[in-house]
Nanobody, 122 residues
Framework: DVQLQASGGGLVQAGGSLGLSCAASGFPFKDYAIGWFRQAPGKEREGVSCIMLYDGTTYYTDSVKGRFTISSDNAEGTVYLQMGSLKPEDTAVYFC???????????????WGQGTLVTVSS
């Protein structure tokens, strides 16, 4: 069975940092892309960042460029999202997803994990 387990969410003050992890199993990890998405209260889910695991190509949505970094440990089947200079508007439930193609659109991804809540206080 495919499993995607996101973890690392929590409460942090504005300007602080937080790291999320996505542990994946049940599919050929290096043949896939992993995307991070987030959904804030009352808003639609949006793509935050993604990585193509076989070559490390990464993409970021404009609002997080320079503040967030996505990386992977292919041996461990885990993707990380390091978030810095956090803002209250980064508050959301963060999800990781896996798909054959890399991108920031939801329909690119086949498998989804449960979310982890990130709350940034002002």
């Amino acid at each position: 069975d495919v499993q995607l387990q996101a973890s690392g969410g929590g409460l942090v003050q504005a300007g602080g940092s937080l790291g999320l992890s996505c542990a994946a199993s049940g599919f050929p990890f290096k043949d896939y892309a992993i995307g991070w998405f987030r959904q804030a209260p009352g808003k639609e889910r949006e793509g935050v960042s993604c990585i193509m695991l076989y070559d490390g190509t990464t993409y970021y949505t404009d609002s997080v460029k320079g503040r967030f970094t996505i990386s992977s440990d292919n041996a461990e089947g885990t993707v990380y999202l390091q978030m810095g200079s956090l803002k209250p508007e980064d508050t959301a439930v963060y999800f990781c997803a896996a798909g054959r193609f890399v991108g920031l659109l939801e329909n690119v991804y086949e498998y989804w994990g449960q979310g982890t809540l990130v709350t940034v206080s002002s």
